[in-house]
């Protein structure tokens, strides 16, 4: 079966840097999605990672580590606006897109 | 840019009607998705498609059945409503870079 564990709330304040683990047991592995989701929203896709190592767009980062089937979401710079739910996700088959998501991390961002 | 359009957007039906999610995108895409989203948690995939007229089963699929003979549509239909199926129903395309463009998601309510 497909596993994968993320805390399930964060709280961090304004400015701040905060990140969000996600683990994984999948029976295949070809890459780790991050999504963002505010309340009422659709997720909004972040990041996408294949292969180990960071990958920065922004004030986003995300990190694998494809050996210890772990992976992180790094927020810089914390805003407000940061507040939503945050979703790793596992495409666990090499040609079709499917994902498995995990429950998703709620991040609180206080002033 | 329009991306996935999702319609309804809420819908309330009774226990034993048939109910059709409609979802369109406005590329060409090959890859589409329906997830179901219940309180609090992540993402379940439904079914999925590689392509049009090929589906297969995702996690959840019992009770839901699919079609997509136009690449662009790919409809999701509940053959008789039951209130385990209340949910939010997100549809999506899958990008060139393995991320997904979610709908605006149907907020459905069976009673």
């Known amino acids: 079966g497909q596993s994968l564990e993320q805390p399930s709330e964060v709280t961090a304040v304004e400015g701040a840097i905060v990140q969000i683990n996600c683990t994984y047991q999948t029976s295949g592995f070809y890459g780790l999605s991050w999504y963002q989701q505010h309340d009422g929203g659709a997720p909004t896709f972040l990041s996408y990672n294949a292969l180990d190592g960071l990958e920065e767009t922004g004030r986003f980062s995300s990190f694998l580590s494809r050996s210890d089937s772990y992976g992180y979401l790094l927020l810089q710079e914390l805003q407000m606006k940061d507040s939503a739910s945050y979703f790793c996700a596992v495409r666990d088959h090499p040609s079709a897109g499917k994902s498995t998501f995990g429950d998703g991390t709620t991040l609180t961002v206080k002033p | 840019d329009a991306g996935i359009t999702q319609s309804p957007r809420y819908k309330i039906t009774e226990t034993g009607r048939q109910v059709t999610l409609m979802c369109h995108q406005t590329?060409?895409?090959?890859?589409m998705f329906w997830y179901r989203q219940d309180l609090g948690h992540g993402l379940r995939l439904i079914y999925y498609?590689?392509?049009?007229?090929?589906?297969d089963k995702g996690e959840v699929p019992d009770g839901y059945v699919v079609s997509r003979s136009k690449t662009e549509n790919f409809p999701l239909t509940l053959e008789s409503a039951t209130r385990s199926q209340t949910s939010v129903y997100f549809c999506a395309a899958q990008g060139i870079n393995y991320g997904y463009t979610f709908g605006s998601g149907t907020r459905l309510t069976v009673v």
């Open positions: 590329w060409s895409h090959s890859y």
């Open positions: 498609s590689a392509a049009a007229d090929i589906t």
